[in-house]
């Protein structure tokens, strides 16, 4: 149980085009997902945070008109990198917090999924 | 505001050998701790993690961790290493005060295990 997809796992693509990254809880509900960036041998840095049927909330530093996201249902987000730039290439890891039952060993709890390795000629 | 700081980027130990990986955090209420590992091209994997209760806690793949408050810390164990140990491993740092909490990582530790 509490597994999370991305897709794709890697993309190549040209500078100024736009690539989608998909993050989907396979087996419960995530009311909300995280997005992660982490650069070769460093640690993950916290883009935003998804909750379902809402605005993503960004962390500082981050533009919201580059990496957009949605999170339009309890299972899948998307990361859309719009206008790519070869400064964008990095390994952009989801997560998604069990929202299901309270008190359940793995409520609350963030599941990360396998990573996308993004990398923009 | 939470931060957690992992002592030395790299450890190396001989096969067989105790793995000792340093993790000491700060935060401002009662902290959610976790470590997870992470292999070459991959998510991220949890290994354990301490919300309330025992301060010994028990993961996955022999590792454990103790929570010491009076220190704060919350250092990633394991007796004896084996070849496949070989990873990075991140501590995390939750305040988990509501829906949206978000975790704060660690710098990481790359383990090396040699023969």
């Known amino acids: 149980g509490a597994v999370v997809s991305q897709h794709p796992s890697w993309v190549i693509c040209k500078s100024g085009t736009s690539v989608k990254i998909e993050c989907r809880s396979l087996?419960?509900?995530?009311?909300?997902m995280f997005w992660y960036r982490q650069f070769p041998k460093q640690s993950l840095m916290l883009m935003a945070t998804s909750n379902e049927g809402s605005k993503a909330t960004y962390e500082q530093g981050v533009e919201k008109d580059k990496f957009l996201i949605n999170h339009a249902s309890l299972t899948l987000s998307t990361l859309t990198v719009t206008s790519a730039h070869p400064e964008d290439s990095s390994f952009y890891i989801c997560?998604?917090?069990?929202?299901?039952?309270?008190?359940?060993?793995?409520?609350?709890?963030?599941?990360f999924g396998p990573g996308t390795r993004l990398t923009v000629l | 505001a939470q931060s957690v700081t992992q002592l030395g980027s790299h450890v190396s130990v001989s096969e067989g050998a105790l793995v000792l990986l340093r993790c000491n955090y700060s935060s401002s209420v009662p902290p959610y701790l976790f470590w997870y590992v992470q292999y070459p091209n991959q998510g991220l994997q949890l290994l354990l993690k301490y919300t309330t209760g025992a301060t010994l806690v028990k993961g996955i793949n022999g590792f454990e961790a103790e929570f010491k408050k009076s220190e704060t810390s919350f250092h990633l164990t394991k007796p004896s290493a084996h070849m496949s140990d070989a990873a990075e491993y991140f501590c995390?740092?939750?305040?988990?005060?509501?829906?949206?909490?978000?975790?704060?990582f660690g710098t990481g530790t790359r383990l090396q295990v040699t023969l």
């Open positions: 995390a740092v939750s305040d988990y005060t509501g829906t949206a909490s978000k975790l704060t």
């Open positions: 997560s998604a917090r069990d929202g299901g039952l309270a008190g359940g060993p793995s409520y609350n709890e963030q599941f």
């Open positions: 087996d419960f509900q995530a009311t909300t």
